[in-house]
């Protein structure tokens, strides 16, 4: 094979999509390329910008032959946004992706091969569903202060005022706090000097209750002309809580450890199903609430409690689930790390008086082992909602040995998914049912509701 180079110019045949949504080609020896923005079925002219020993990345410079699955994107910075990686992709072609994805790890990882595969959830309108943004603030290169998205792995902002998947009132709380900066000459933080003032600029909205929560992120302790802001923005319908988080750290993490409430509550509603939640700055809640719904359903549908089992919910967060499950359980018992969404599950069962759902603090890895070994805990259905990593492979054991009738993994990581659906395939359990839900249109992700029986 000859050496391939950066800069080097190809035309390619685009084969398969990346996990991240890049296409796949070749090049006629065989040397594999990533290119952002194609698709299957292209035929392209790339420039190679980065090379590894047996493949590289390039560039799109000419789209020869365009894929039937094409379509134009909406957003004029969708090509160099780093959020909506498939949005020149035909939305019935992106639903198609996904489930194949997961059909395709769940069989060759998973080493699934006999289970009923439902059909992908997709959305009416793929478009404006967000209810919560995350809007980091910087300078441009001619001085001006700006707000956006990061550009695919990079921290380089790119601007956007209208972005097409959130909801039209994070747009507005943007654009209202970046009219307040520029007329009061806010400064914007600067991830190179440490810098400035603001940093992110967060908004959380109830899609049912149409409450807003704004949170700054600040690098100190106070903004300035503080009522001038909490004025502009208390004119919009819905607003409900104005926070200020503290975060003086040279990190990416993006919240602080300290809040102060500039205004109103700091906690916004909303509902799923017939259950209330309150839902802080730090709360997990899932982004897509049209979509959070019927996904919730799905778990329920596959744990198919009848009243008399007891449930653990791992991972809980807020305890969305535990507390749809414990509507139709005897007993639920969530697990979470995170103290603050341990007190917001707690308070939400108050909230809508369910008494037959406990929560404990601490790593899932951990705390239910311990409460196997020496309070010989049970569970009839375990229902597991982990982040991206998946679970420890201590925590499947420790299901495994539990021995329940069911266990319902929801995941937005088909991968790791796949990879705990082969461990507990070797301890006891089939593969019986998966349903994909689309939570986030328009990029790659995708969540997987699994149910697991055991033999």
Same mark, same amino acid.
């Given at each position: 094979m000859n050496e391939i180079r950066k800069n080097d110019i190809f035309t390619i045949e685009i084969t398969d999509l990346s996990e991240q949504g890049d296409g796949i080609g070749h090049t006629q020896e065989g040397y594999t390329l990533f290119v952002k923005d194609t698709l299957p079925g292209d035929r392209a002219r790339v420039k190679v910008i980065k090379t590894k020993k047996n493949y590289g990345y390039a560039r799109l410079e000419q789209l020869l032959t365009a894929s039937p699955s094409r379509c134009e994107?909406?957003?004029?910075?969708?090509?160099?946004?780093?959020?909506?990686?498939?949005?020149?992709?035909? =939305?019935? $072609?992106?639903? %198609? /992706?996904?489930?194949? #994805?997961? #059909?395709?790890?769940?069989?060759?990882?998973?080493?699934?091969?006999? /289970?009923? /595969?439902? !059909?992908? @959830?997709?959305?009416?309108?793929?478009?404006? =569903? #967000?209810?919560?943004?995350? =809007? !980091?603030?910087?300078? %441009?290169? $001619?001085?001006?202060?700006?707000?956006?998205? =990061?550009?695919? #792995?990079?921290? %380089?902002?790119?601007?956007? $005022?209208?972005?097409? @998947?959130?909801?039209p009132q994070s747009v507005a709380v943007l654009r209202a706090v970046m009219s307040w900066m520029q007329r009061f000459h806010v400064t914007a933080y600067d991830e190179k000097t440490g810098r400035g003032l603001v940093r992110h600029v967060l908004t959380r909205i109830g899609y049912y209750t149409g409450e807003i929560m704004v949170c700054f992120v600040i690098n100190g302790k106070k903004i300035p002309?503080?009522?001038?802001? @909490?004025?502009?923005?208390?004119?919009? $319908?819905?607003m409900t809580g104005i926070v200020l988080n503290s975060n003086t750290r040279r990190t990416n993490v993006i919240l602080g450890d300290t809040e102060t409430l500039l205004w109103g509550r700091s906690r916004i509603t909303d509902t799923i199903g017939d259950i209330r939640y309150e839902i802080s700055a730090k709360s997990f809640y899932q982004v897509n609430p049209q979509q959070t719904e019927k996904l919730y359903r799905t778990a329920m549908e596959f744990a198919d409690l009848k009243g008399t089992e007891t449930v653990w919910d791992l991972y809980c967060g807020i305890g969305t689930i535990s507390l749809s499950a414990a509507r139709h359980a005897r007993q639920v018992i969530g697990v979470e790390i995170v103290p603050q969404a341990v007190e917001d599950a707690r308070r939400n069962a108050l909230l809508n008086g369910i008494e037959n759902a406990a929560f404990y603090e601490g790593k899932a890895e951990e705390v239910l082992p311990e409460k196997v070994e020496k309070e010989h805990v049970r569970a009839d259905v375990i229902i597991v909602d982990p982040p991206r990593k998946g679970c420890a492979q201590s925590l499947l054991a420790c299901m495994a040995k539990m021995a329940p009738e069911k266990i319902v993994y929801v995941s937005c990581n088909p991968a790791t998914l796949a990879r705990d659906a082969a461990y507990l395939r070797e301890n006891g359990y089939r593969v019986e049912k998966v349903r994909c839900c689309d939570m986030f249109a328009q990029t790659t992700g995708v969540e997987t509701v699994c149910r697991f029986v055991r033999q």
């Amino acid at each position: 094979m000859n050496e391939i180079r950066k800069n080097d110019i190809f035309t390619i045949e685009i084969t398969d999509l990346s996990e991240q949504g890049d296409g796949i080609g070749h090049t006629q020896e065989g040397y594999t390329l990533f290119v952002k923005d194609t698709l299957p079925g292209d035929r392209a002219r790339v420039k190679v910008i980065k090379t590894k020993k047996n493949y590289g990345y390039a560039r799109l410079e000419q789209l020869l032959t365009a894929s039937p699955s094409r379509c134009e994107a909406r957003c004029a910075v969708a090509r160099s946004c780093g959020g909506c990686r498939l949005q020149h992709m035909r =939305y019935a $072609d992106q639903l %198609s /992706f996904k489930e194949n #994805r997961v #059909r395709e790890l769940m069989t060759r990882i998973g080493g699934a091969d006999d /289970f009923e /595969f439902l !059909p992908i @959830i997709g959305m009416e309108n793929p478009w404006h =569903y #967000r209810n919560k943004a995350q =809007y !980091p603030v910087g300078v %441009s290169r $001619d001085g001006r202060v700006i707000a956006g998205f =990061y550009a695919a #792995r990079t921290h %380089s902002i790119v601007e956007n $005022d209208d972005c097409l @998947i959130q909801m039209p009132q994070s747009v507005a709380v943007l654009r209202a706090v970046m009219s307040w900066m520029q007329r009061f000459h806010v400064t914007a933080y600067d991830e190179k000097t440490g810098r400035g003032l603001v940093r992110h600029v967060l908004t959380r909205i109830g899609y049912y209750t149409g409450e807003i929560m704004v949170c700054f992120v600040i690098n100190g302790k106070k903004i300035p002309h503080a009522q001038e802001l @909490i004025d502009a923005l208390t004119q919009m $319908d819905g607003m409900t809580g104005i926070v200020l988080n503290s975060n003086t750290r040279r990190t990416n993490v993006i919240l602080g450890d300290t809040e102060t409430l500039l205004w109103g509550r700091s906690r916004i509603t909303d509902t799923i199903g017939d259950i209330r939640y309150e839902i802080s700055a730090k709360s997990f809640y899932q982004v897509n609430p049209q979509q959070t719904e019927k996904l919730y359903r799905t778990a329920m549908e596959f744990a198919d409690l009848k009243g008399t089992e007891t449930v653990w919910d791992l991972y809980c967060g807020i305890g969305t689930i535990s507390l749809s499950a414990a509507r139709h359980a005897r007993q639920v018992i969530g697990v979470e790390i995170v103290p603050q969404a341990v007190e917001d599950a707690r308070r939400n069962a108050l909230l809508n008086g369910i008494e037959n759902a406990a929560f404990y603090e601490g790593k899932a890895e951990e705390v239910l082992p311990e409460k196997v070994e020496k309070e010989h805990v049970r569970a009839d259905v375990i229902i597991v909602d982990p982040p991206r990593k998946g679970c420890a492979q201590s925590l499947l054991a420790c299901m495994a040995k539990m021995a329940p009738e069911k266990i319902v993994y929801v995941s937005c990581n088909p991968a790791t998914l796949a990879r705990d659906a082969a461990y507990l395939r070797e301890n006891g359990y089939r593969v019986e049912k998966v349903r994909c839900c689309d939570m986030f249109a328009q990029t790659t992700g995708v969540e997987t509701v699994c149910r697991f029986v055991r033999q």
